[in-house]
């Protein structure tokens, strides 16, 4: 009788702990991350903007049911994140999950706010079948809204959503200026990297004249110009950076035309201010072994195709330094690249940020381009060319300032209109952080590459990659069979044992 009762008691103490723990979760929310980058913790730029709201944000997540397990992940990824910045802001983050297939008219709603469907590739019972997909939210605030139209799995889904408070919540943004009117391209044409700045800076277009008051300017950015930049505009930058200013230069010391087949060197002026500052970015071109193609047309008979072809001068950038600009960054490619070195003032600090790969070199501009050329270990002799550096410090006057080079001012460019190509990703967050890190003080850049990065396997040989496609085969193969040689051995000594008992009995 006194078991039964313990029992009946450890019962109750048992449902009552579980019923205690759930409350608690409910209003304490608690997790232990122990990924890489610790992507399920909350940064702390984004707990230092949860406190900053004064009244409720609303987050209604327009979320499709029932579709593969992949993309349901990221429906309970978003809940979760949800519920934690409801947790850190004491209640003033408030969501709610809709499921737009469930009928016509919710469907309509969330188109209406700004939340259009994907389609995705689903099977069912051996079929493959699209089906339409809603991944997306709308932010409420102040009588204000924004829109999340489409939340990537495995995305930076924490720098989306508190860039879409942020936004909401500032009430003056930055003022980032594009320089014009020296050939650079128009701020049109950089339509990926609009796309992220315009979250959390005013951007506008610079003609630099005497009357312009560039201090306005947290940032300014000089991107690719190939007409001459006049001595008096240059000395203007210098009363910039003078009074504090922050600038980001790409530049093409070299260019390349590739419908010529040759390469030369490009002279703007600019070239020869940054040597004032130490700043040297050299007239020649980078050649790299982990390089770009190009598509060469080629004739045989009545047929024409298009040959992919290794090609040096496009530099793909895999080695960065630890730096917040380049931090979460995998791979960047660069066009018709120069090397960067600093001779400049040693109280000044420079920091290469992008390095060339360890097989790389250079040649010496002009040049005629050979795309059927076979290269070989000769032509890369050099390692870790440094292509894009930070030089900060007192640079032009009393107060410090910043600058950031890279050597190539096409590599986030879109492009014109509709004939704009689209740029991999980390060519825009490494044009992105660059400005985020001189402009922004709430240290959001750290959560654009905060999420599922890849990580490509380095080149193998094709012998090895024979041995290791066999031995992933073989392995699990020779390890039953041996662990089944091991129990039969096992079980014939215990056979051998158990008869030598029975005869010695």
């Given at each position: 009788?006194?078991?039964?009762?313990?029992?009946?008691?450890?019962?109750?103490?048992?449902?009552?702990?579980?019923?205690?723990?759930?409350?608690?979760?409910?209003?304490?929310?608690?997790?232990?991350?122990?990924?890489?980058?610790?992507?399920?913790?909350?940064?702390?730029?984004?707990?230092?903007?949860?406190?900053?709201?004064?009244?409720?944000?609303?987050?209604?997540?327009?979320?499709?049911?029932?579709?593969?397990?992949?993309?349901?992940?990221?429906?309970?990824?978003?809940?979760?994140?949800?519920?934690?910045?409801?947790?850190?802001?004491?209640?003033?983050?408030?969501?709610?999950?809709?499921?737009?297939?469930?009928?016509?008219?919710?469907?309509?709603?969330?188109?209406?706010?700004?939340?259009?469907?994907?389609?995705?590739?689903?099977?069912?019972?051996?079929?493959?079948?699209?089906?339409?997909?809603?991944?997306?939210?709308?932010?409420?605030?102040?009588?204000?809204?924004?829109?999340?139209?489409?939340?990537?799995?495995?995305?930076?889904?924490?720098?989306?959503?508190?860039?879409?408070?942020?936004?909401?919540?500032?009430?003056?943004?930055?003022?980032?200026?594009?320089?014009?009117?020296?050939?650079?391209?128009?701020?049109?044409?950089?339509?990926?990297?609009?796309?992220?700045?315009?979250?959390?800076?005013?951007?506008?277009?610079?003609?630099?004249?005497?009357?312009?008051?560039?201090?306005?300017?947290?940032?300014?950015?000089?991107?690719?110009?190939?007409?001459?930049?006049?001595?008096?505009?240059?000395?203007?930058?210098?009363d910039y950076l003078a009074n504090g200013g922050n600038m980001v230069i790409a530049m093409n010391r070299v260019e390349g035309d590739?419908?010529?087949?040759?390469?030369?060197?490009?002279?703007?002026?600019?070239?020869?201010?940054?040597?004032?500052?130490?700043?040297?970015?050299?007239?020649?071109?980078?050649?790299?072994?982990?390089?770009?193609?190009?598509?060469?047309?080629?004739?045989?008979?009545?047929?024409?195709?298009?040959?992919?072809?290794?090609?040096?001068?496009?530099?793909?950038?895999?080695?960065?330094?630890?730096?917040?600009?380049?931090?979460?960054?995998?791979?960047?490619?660069?066009?018709?690249?120069?090397?960067?070195?600093?001779?400049?003032?040693?109280?000044?600090?420079?920091?290469?940020?992008?390095?060339?790969?360890?097989?790389?070199?250079?040649?010496?501009?002009?040049?005629?381009?050979n795309i059927n050329k076979e290269w070989g270990d000769s032509d890369f002799r050099l390692s870790g060319i440094t292509l894009g550096?930070?030089?900060?410090?007192?640079?032009?006057?009393?107060?410090?300032?910043?600058?950031?080079?890279?050597?190539?001012?096409?590599?986030?460019?879109?492009?014109?209109?509709?004939?704009?190509?689209?740029?991999?990703?980390?060519?825009?967050?490494?044009?992105?952080?660059?400005?985020?890190?001189?402009?922004?003080?709430?240290?959001?850049?750290?959560?654009?590459?905060?999420?599922?990065?890849?990580?490509?396997?380095?080149?193998?040989?094709?012998?090895?990659?024979?041995?290791?496609?066999?031995?992933?085969?073989?392995?699990?193969?020779?390890?039953?069979?041996?662990?089944?040689?091991?129990?039969?051995?096992?079980?014939?000594?215990?056979?051998?044992?158990?008869?030598?008992?029975?005869?010695?009995?």
């Amino acid at each position: 009788m006194k078991s039964k009762k313990s029992i009946i008691i450890y019962i109750v103490l048992v449902i009552g702990t579980l019923v205690l723990i759930n409350l608690l979760a409910n209003r304490f929310f608690f997790r232990l991350d122990f990924t890489e980058n610790k992507q399920y913790t909350l940064s702390q730029a984004t707990r230092d903007l949860l406190k900053e709201l004064n009244e409720p944000i609303t987050v209604t997540a327009y979320f499709s049911e029932g579709l593969p397990p992949n993309i349901m992940k990221s429906r309970q990824d978003f809940k979760d994140l949800l519920t934690e910045y409801a947790s850190r802001s004491d209640g003033n983050v408030v969501y709610e999950f809709i499921n737009p297939n469930k009928d016509e008219q919710t469907e309509q709603e969330a188109m209406q706010n700004g939340i259009s469907p994907v389609v995705i590739n689903v099977r069912e019972k051996n079929q493959a079948v699209q089906k339409k997909a809603y991944l997306g939210a709308v932010l409420k605030y102040s009588g204000n809204s924004e829109v999340i139209p489409f939340i990537q799995p495995g995305g930076a889904v924490e720098y989306t959503l508190s860039s879409a408070i942020k936004k909401l919540v500032a009430i003056e943004k930055p003022l980032i200026g594009f320089i014009q009117g020296h050939g650079e391209p128009t701020t049109s044409m950089f339509s990926q990297v609009m796309a992220e700045l315009n979250v959390l800076y005013q951007v506008e277009g610079v003609n630099i004249t005497d009357s312009t008051y560039l201090p306005k300017y947290k940032t300014l950015v000089l991107d690719g110009p190939t007409d001459s930049i006049p001595e008096w505009q240059l000395n203007m930058l210098d009363d910039y950076l003078a009074n504090g200013g922050n600038m980001v230069i790409a530049m093409n010391r070299v260019e390349g035309d590739l419908s010529q087949a040759r390469g030369f060197e490009v002279t703007t002026g600019l070239e020869t201010w940054l040597e004032k500052k130490g700043f040297t970015v050299e007239g020649n071109f980078v050649i790299d072994d982990n390089c770009g193609t190009v598509g060469v047309r080629q004739q045989q008979g009545a047929f024409s195709f298009t040959t992919q072809l290794q090609f040096p001068y496009l530099p793909v950038i895999s080695t960065f330094a630890d730096h917040p600009v380049t931090k979460g960054i995998e791979q960047v490619i660069f066009q018709f690249a120069s090397p960067i070195t600093f001779s400049g003032d040693s109280t000044l600090n420079f920091q290469p940020l992008i390095f060339s790969s360890q097989k790389s070199g250079t040649q010496m501009a002009p040049l005629y381009f050979n795309i059927n050329k076979e290269w070989g270990d000769s032509d890369f002799r050099l390692s870790g060319i440094t292509l894009g550096a930070l030089l900060e410090g007192k640079i032009s006057g009393e107060l410090n300032s910043r600058i950031i080079v890279f050597s190539d001012g096409d590599f986030a460019v879109n492009g014109p209109g509709n004939s704009g190509h689209q740029l991999q990703p980390d060519n825009v967050n490494l044009f992105v952080n660059s400005i985020d890190w001189m402009s922004d003080d709430t240290g959001l850049i750290e959560l654009r590459t905060k999420g599922v990065t890849s990580r490509p396997l380095k080149q193998i040989e094709d012998g090895k990659k024979t041995f290791l496609k066999w031995f992933n085969f073989l392995l699990p193969v020779i390890l039953i069979i041996l662990y089944g040689v091991f129990r039969m051995e096992r079980n014939r000594r215990r056979r051998d044992r158990r008869r030598d008992e029975n005869y010695n009995r």
